[in-house]
C-alpha cells in the first residue's frame, strides 16, 4: 500500500515539477504564435507606390500552380487610367484557397514580383465560396489582429 | 539531285533547295526568323547560322543552296556561339516584355532564346524605344519594339500578295516597320503577317490580351466562311472561339494562309443575332418542349398526308455527319424523298470535272468563268498568284465584268449581262470569231492543263464545260466552283442532292400548296435562292416552316419554330472544301444556351414523332476516294452550241451580280470594322452621271414597284451602264431582281444619304 | 496616269539612268540624287514619279529613300550645314559649335531658318576627324571649325548647283554614291 502511495507521489512530482516547465502551447487567440517572414499563407497583390497594380496579368502563375486552384483574365488598360504599371493588367485575379496547397510556385514564377504569400494564416470561413479569393480580397492584404 | 550530308546523316535533295529546307527534311531543326518557304530566302536574321566544311566563316542556311557533296554541320561549339552572338544582337533592344506581350508562350525569339542563347546580355546601355500597339491595319497591331526587322510582313504583302502597304523605313537601329504614307494598311490577307511574325511584333487586335498559350483550347479546325476551306487553327478560350490561325499543310503544298473575312468572323458563334433559344410559335420554349411539339405536329402531318408533304432543305453548313443524320431523319424518320441543298446559283457542276488545288497550282491555263476569286474566294487569288510565281499561267477572265485585276493580270473578255454562258457557247463553236476571241478559243483548247474557277450562277454554263472538257481530250481540264454553300459537296457526301432542279422542285410545290411542312436546316430561301419571288411564294404558302440552325431568315414571324443548333467550332466532324476534299474540323468551344448538334436534335426530334431513329455508324472517307468525295467517272461529252437567250430590252441598267465574302460572310462583331458599305459597283463614268460622290454613296435601285437603296461604290471594272449587286445583301436582294428586265438607277433621297453615309 | 504628268527632265532621266542600269533598284539611286540636287529636297511628287517612271513601288522608294539621310522629304534651305557629332568631332567642340548655331539661328537641330535660308543638321560620322569639329555646308567639307567661329560656316561662298549633283553629273550616274571631295 506505501508502495502505492510512493508511485502516486512520483507521479505527482513529475506533474508538479512539469508545471515550472514552459508551456509549448499558447492561449489562442488570445495569444499568437511567430512565424518565420517566409512563412507561406494566403496569397496578396501588390502595388506599387503610386497605386498601380504590380500584376499584369501574364497567367504564369495560372500555368504554374499544381492545384489549378489559380484563374486569371487579362485585358488592356481600360481608357487613359492605367491599372497596372503597363497597358495590361488582370482585370479578374482568383485563388481558390481550398484547392491552394501554399507550395508558393506562383510566387516563384511571377515575373513582377506581384503575386505574394502573407504568413496570413487564418483562413477559416462560414462557406466554400468565401474561400475563392477575387482581386479586391488579394489587393487588400490581410493584416493578423 | 544533290547528296550532301548534314550532320552526319546522308540526304539527296533536288538542286536549289536551301540548306535548311534539306535539313528539315532529315528532322533536323535550323532556326529562322526571315525564311518561310513560300517568301524564298532572304538572310536578314543571320540566326540560321550553320557550319559548312571548307568555308571558312559560318554561313546562314536559308540562303545557301546545296551543293554536291557540302558537309553541314548545324551544331557545335562555333554555331552555338553564333547563335548566341545574333541572340544577344537581337535582343539587344528587345524590350524583354514576354508577360505583357500575346505572343508569350508561342514566340520564336523566346524559344530560341531558351535553346540557343547564352542567358546573359552584355549591352547595358538603355533600350531604344519605339511605338507600341501601332494600329497597322482594322485589325493588326504593330509594336515596334519587338521588331526584329525579318521582313516577312512586308515581303508577303509586296511579293506574295502583291499589295505594298508595309515597308522598312529608316536605317540601323533606327529601322522600324510601318505603314505606306502613314496609311492602314487595307489588304484582305493583311491578318496573315500575324502568323508570320516570329516574335510578338504584329498582334491581332481582337485577341490583344485574351489569352495565353496554355489557358486555351486550341484545335485543328477548317474555316467556315466561304468553300474553299482554309485549314486553321481555332483557340477556344473559357468555351468562345477567341482566335483564327492558318494552319500549313505541308503534304498538301499549302502554307496556311487565311483572309481576313475568314480570319476575322469566327465570333459569329457569339454574334447577339446568334439563336441561342428556341421558340415556338414566336415565343420562347424550352428545348425539349419546342422538340416535342414539333415532333408531334410532323407525326400528324405524315400520319395525315404521309412523309411525301413534308420537303427538307439544308443550308449545307453543318457537317457532313450533321448532314447525314438529317438525311436519314428525312427519309427514315419523316419518309420523304424531298430533300435538297439550298445553292444561291442555278449551275449545277458535273461532278467528274471536279478539280483540286494541286490541279490549280500545276495549272498553265486559268479560266474565270464568271468569278472573282479576290472577292468571292479570296485564298484562291492568291493560290493563283503562288501558281504564277512558280511557273507561267495564263489567265482568262470570261464574265459580264472584268474579272482579272492588277495581282492578277490576265485577259478579260467581257460578255453582256447574262451571257456569259452563251459567249462561252460561241468560243466553243468556233465559227466567226474575231481576233481576241479567237485567242481565247485557242487559248482554251491548247492549254497543256486547264482550270476554270466557275461561280456557277449560268445553268447553261454546265454542259458547256463538259464540252470543254471533250473539246480538250487528253489534256486536262479541272473546274472548281466557287459558290456556296460552305459545305455543299459536304452533302453530296451525305447523299443529299445539290441539284438546284432538286430545291426548285421543293419550293416550286410549297408555292402552289402540295406541302404541309417545310424544314430549313440553316437554309434561308427568301436570301439566298436564285429566284427569291419563287422563295417568297413558297414561304407563303406553306403551312408550317420549322427552322433549325444559327442565325434564324427574316421574316421570323413566318417560321412557326426555330431550334438552335450548335456551329462550326462547336462540333467535332467533318466538312468538304470547293475540290471536295474531306477536312476534320474539331470542337474548340461549347454550344451556347440550348444548342445542340444536328445529329441530337433529330434523334430527338424522330423520338418525339414516334420513330426513334438508330443512327448506324457513318464515315464520311471512303476507301477508294481518300479523304476525297467520291465523283462518278468522266463521261465523253458532246460538243454542246451555244445556247439561246433573248435580247434584252435597251435603255434600263443591268443588274449583275456575283459573291462576295466581304458581304456573305456570317454576322460578326469583329468583322463590322470592316463592313463595306458602299458594296454596289458601278463605273466611274456612270456614277459622274449619277452625280454620286467619291468613293461612292446612297443609290437608289428600282424595278417596277420595288426600290432598295443601298450604297454604292465606283469601280472601274464594271462595265458602263451595269450595277454589280452582291448575291446575298440584305439590303438589296440581288434573287428579286429580274435580272432580264433591268433596273432604274436614281441618286438615294440626300436626307436618308446622309444619315447613312459612312 | 500617264507619265506625262511629270517634268519632260525627270522623264529624261529616267530613260537615261534605266539605260545605265540594267534593273530598276539600281537606278533609283541616281535618279533621286538627280532630283534632289534639282530641287533641293524630295518633293511627295518626285517619290511618285520615282516609282512611277523608274517602275518600281512608292513603298520601295520611301524605304530607299528613309534610309539615307542626304535625302531629304522635307523642304530644306539653301544652304545646309551637317555638323559631325562623331567622337573626334564632340571631343573637340562640335555640341558647342551645334549649340552656338542654334542659338544665333534661332532654330533647333533638324529644322530650317523660316526664311528658308539655312537647314540645320547633324551627321553621323563624316570621317573627317583630321578635321574636328568638321562641318559639311552644302556637303562641301569644312574644319576645323571653332565652336566660335560658327559665323564662317554661314558665310563662306556655296556653290550652285551642290557640290553633290556636280559630282553626279561629272561621273554620270554610277558616282553619286560617295560624297563630295574634301577641301
Known amino acids: 500500500m506505501l508502495s502505492g502511495f510512493k508511485a502516486i507521489a512520483n507521479g505527482l512530482k ?7 516547465e514552459p508551456r509549448d502551447t499558447i492561449q489562442y487567440p488570445e495569444k499568437r504564435r511567430e512565424y518565420s517572414p517566409r512563412f507561406r499563407g494566403k496569397h496578396m497583390l501588390a502595388q506599387d507606390e ?25 485585358a488592356g488598360a481600360p481608357g487613359s487610367r492605367p491599372v497596372s504599371w503597363t497597358e495590361r493588367y488582370a482585370v479578374d485575379y482568383e485563388v481558390d484557397l481550398i484547392r491552394c496547397i501554399f507550395c508558393g510556385m506562383c510566387e516563384e514564377a511571377c515575373p513582377t514580383n506581384a503575386v505574394r504569400l502573407t504568413p496570413f494564416n487564418e483562413l477559416a470561413a462560414y462557406s466554400r465560396l468565401d474561400m475563392v479569393a477575387d482581386k479586391e480580397e488579394l489587393l487588400a492584404p490581410p493584416v493578423r489582429n | 539531285m544533290i547528296q550532301l550530308s548534314i550532320d552526319g546523316r546522308e540526304i539527296s535533295v533536288p538542286e536549289g533547295t536551301m540548306v535548311v529546307d534539306a535539313a528539315a527534311k532529315l528532322g533536323i531543326e535550323i532556326p529562322v526568323y526571315c525564311y518561310h518557304q513560300a517568301l524564298g530566302p532572304l538572310g536578314a536574321c543571320r540566326i540560321c547560322l550553320v557550319e559548312i566544311e571548307k568555308m571558312p566563316k559560318l554561313q546562314t542556311a536559308c540562303t545557301t543552296a546545296v551543293r554536291e557533296g557540302m558537309v553541314v554541320h548545324t551544331g557545335g561549339p562555333a554555331v552555338e556561339k553564333g547563335r548566341q552572338g545574333i541572340l544577344e544582337f537581337l535582343l539587344i533592344n528587345h524590350p524583354l516584355d514576354c508577360p505583357v506581350c500575346d505572343k508569350g508562350g508561342e514566340c520564336f525569339l523566346q524559344d530560341y532564346s531558351f535553346w540557343y542563347g547564352s542567358g546573359k546580355n552584355r549591352f547595358e546601355e538603355s533600350k531604344i524605344q519605339r511605338q507600341k500597339d501601332y494600329p497597322v491595319s482594322d485589325y493588326i497591331l504593330l509594336d515596334q519594339e519587338r521588331c526584329v526587322l525579318c521582313q516577312r510582313c512586308i ?18 537601329v533606327h529601322t522600324v516597320v510601318s505603314t505606306v504614307e502613314g496609311q492602314p494598311a487595307h489588304s484582305p490577307y493583311a491578318g496573315n503577317v500575324i502568323d508570320l511574325c516570329p516574335v510578338g511584333a504584329l498582334l491581332s487586335e481582337p485577341y490583344h490580351f485574351k489569352a495565353r498559350p496554355w489557358n486555351i483550347e486550341r484545335e485543328e479546325t477548317v474555316c467556315s466562311v466561304c468553300p474553299v476551306g482554309c485549314a486553321s487553327l481555332v483557340t477556344g478560350r473559357d468555351g468562345h472561339p477567341v482566335r483564327l490561325e492558318g494552319r500549313p499543310q505541308p503534304d498538301l503544298d499549302d502554307y496556311g494562309f487565311l483572309c481576313d473575312h475568314g480570319r476575322f468572323t469566327y465570333d459569329f458563334v457569339n454574334h447577339p443575332a446568334r439563336l441561342e433559344q428556341a421558340f415556338l410559335d414566336g415565343k420562347p420554349a424550352s428545348a425539349s418542349a419546342a422538340v416535342a411539339a414539333v415532333g408531334e405536329r410532323l407525326a400528324r402531318v405524315v400520319e395525315k398526308s404521309g412523309g411525301g408533304a413534308v420537303a427538307v432543305l439544308t443550308g449545307a453548313v453543318h457537317t457532313v455527319e450533321e448532314e447525314w443524320a438529317l438525311a436519314q431523319f428525312a427519309r427514315e424518320s419523316i419518309g420523304t424523298s424531298r430533300l435538297a441543298v439550298l445553292k444561291p446559283v442555278a449551275g449545277d457542276l458535273p461532278l467528274p470535272l471536279l478539280g483540286t488545288y494541286a490541279d490549280l497550282a500545276a495549272a498553265t491555263g486559268v479560266l474565270l468563268l464568271g468569278a472573282d476569286p479576290y472577292e468571292a474566294v479570296p485564298v484562291m487569288h492568291l493560290k493563283l498568284r503562288a501558281a504564277r510565281r512558280a511557273h507561267p499561267v495564263a489567265v482568262w477572265g470570261l464574265g459580264d465584268r472584268v474579272l482579272t485585276r492588277s495581282t492578277l493580270p490576265g485577259e478579260d473578255f467581257v460578255a453582256e449581262p447574262g451571257q ?32 476554270v474557277l466557275w461561280d456557277g450562277a449560268d445553268p447553261a454554263a454546265a454542259a458547256l464545260l463538259a464540252a470543254l472538257a471533250g473539246q480538250r481530250g487528253e489534256r486536262p481540264t ?21 441539284e438546284h432542279a432538286a430545291a426548285a422542285r421543293i419550293l416550286e410545290d410549297a408555292a402552289e400548296g402540295r406541302l404541309e411542312a417545310l424544314i430549313l436546316l440553316a437554309a434561308d430561301p427568301l436570301r439566298d435562292f436564285p429566284d427569291g419571288d419563287l422563295a417568297a411564294r413558297a414561304l407563303e404558302r406553306v403551312p408550317a416552316v420549322y427552322f433549325a440552325g444559327w442565325f434564324a431568315p427574316e421574316p421570323r414571324h413566318a417560321l412557326s419554330a426555330m431550334l438552335p443548333t450548335a456551329a462550326w467550332a ?15 474540323a474539331h470542337g474548340a468551344a461549347a454550344a451556347p444556351g440550348q444548342a445542340r448538334p444536328v445529329r441530337s436534335l433529330v434523334t430527338a426530334l424522330a423520338r418525339a414523332m414516334g420513330h426513334p431513329l438508330r443512327l448506324p455508324d457513318f464515315d464520311p472517307f471512303q476507301d477508294q476516294d481518300g479523304d476525297r468525295i467520291a465523283r462518278p467517272a468522266k463521261q465523253p461529252a458532246e460538243s454542246a452550241g451555244a445556247p439561246a437567250r433573248p435580247a434584252l430590252p435597251p435603255g434600263e441598267w443591268r443588274v449583275l451580280t456575283g459573291d462576295m465574302v466581304a458581304v456573305s460572310h456570317p454576322p460578326s462583331e469583329i468583322a463590322e470594322r470592316t463592313r463595306e458599305p458602299l458594296p454596289l459597283r458601278l463605273h466611274p463614268h456612270d456614277a459622274d452621271e449619277l452625280g454620286l460622290g467619291a468613293p461612292g454613296g446612297l443609290i437608289e435601285v428600282a424595278q417596277g414597284e420595288r426600290r432598295f437603296v443601298a450604297g454604292a461604290r465606283r469601280d472601274a471594272r464594271i462595265p458602263a451602264g451595269r450595277v454589280f449587286i452582291p448575291r446575298g445583301l440584305a439590303d438589296v436582294p440581288a434573287n428579286r431582281l429580274d435580272h432580264g428586265a433591268g433596273v432604274k438607277i436614281a441618286l438615294a433621297d440626300p436626307v436618308r444619304e446622309e444619315v447613312a453615309a459612312p | 496616269m500617264s507619265n506625262q504628268q511629270w517634268p519632260a527632265e525627270w522623264r529624261a532621266w529616267a530613260e537615261e539612268v534605266q539605260a545605265t542600269f540594267p534593273n530598276a533598284t539600281s537606278s533609283l539611286m541616281p535618279f533621286l540624287h538627280r532630283v534632289r540636287s534639282q530641287q533641293g529636297w524630295l518633293t511627295p511628287e518626285a517619290l511618285d514619279a520615282a516609282a512611277e517612271l523608274l517602275g518600281m513601288t512608292r513603298q520601295h522608294v520611301d524605304s530607299v529613300v528613309s534610309f539615307y539621310t542626304l535625302f531629304r522629304t522635307e523642304p530644306t534651305g539653301a544652304r545646309t550645314i551637317h555638323v559631325c557629332r562623331g567622337l573626334s568631332c564632340m571631343m573637340a567642340g562640335a555640341d558647342t559649335l551645334m549649340e552656338n548655331l542654334e542659338h544665333h539661328l534661332g532654330i533647333a537641330e533638324g529644322q530650317t531658318t523660316s526664311d528658308g535660308a539655312v537647314t540645320l543638321l547633324e551627321a553621323e560620322c563624316l570621317a573627317a576627324c583630321d578635321l574636328a569639329p568638321a562641318c559639311q555646308v552644302n556637303l562641301v567639307y569644312r574644319g576645323p571649325v571653332a565652336p566660335d567661329a560658327f559665323r564662317e560656316l554661314l558665310e563662306m561662298p556655296v556653290e550652285e548647283p551642290p557640290a553633290l549633283a556636280r559630282r553626279a553629273e561629272q561621273s554620270g550616274a554610277q558616282g553619286a554614291k560617295g560624297v563630295a571631295d574634301r577641301e
Open chain 1, 14 to 20: 513529475t506533474t508538479l515539477l512539469m508545471l515550472k
Open chain 1, 50 to 74: 503610386d497605386g498601380h497594380e504590380l500584376c499584369v496579368g501574364c497567367g504564369l502563375c495560372e500555368a504554374v500552380c499544381p492545384a489549378h486552384a489559380i484563374r486569371v483574365v487579362a
Open chain 2, 155 to 172: 515581303r508577303f504583302l509586296g511579293e506574295y500578295v502583291g499589295e505594298e502597304q508595309l515597308m522598312l523605313e529608316g536605317r540601323g
Open chain 2, 420 to 451: 456569259v454562258a452563251a459567249r462561252l457557247g460561241v468560243v466553243l463553236g468556233g465559227e466567226a470569231l474575231d481576233g481576241r476571241w479567237a485567242e481565247l478559243r485557242r487559248g482554251l483548247l491548247e492549254t497543256e492543263r486547264l482550270v
Open chain 2, 478 to 498: 479541272a473546274v472548281l466552283p466557287t459558290h456556296g454553300p460552305r459545305n455543299w459537296l459536304g452533302a453530296v457526301r451525305a447523299g443529299i442532292s445539290a
Open chain 2, 570 to 584: 462547336e462540333v467535332t466532324g467533318t466538312y468538304a472544301n470547293m475540290e471536295g476534299r474531306l477536312q476534320v
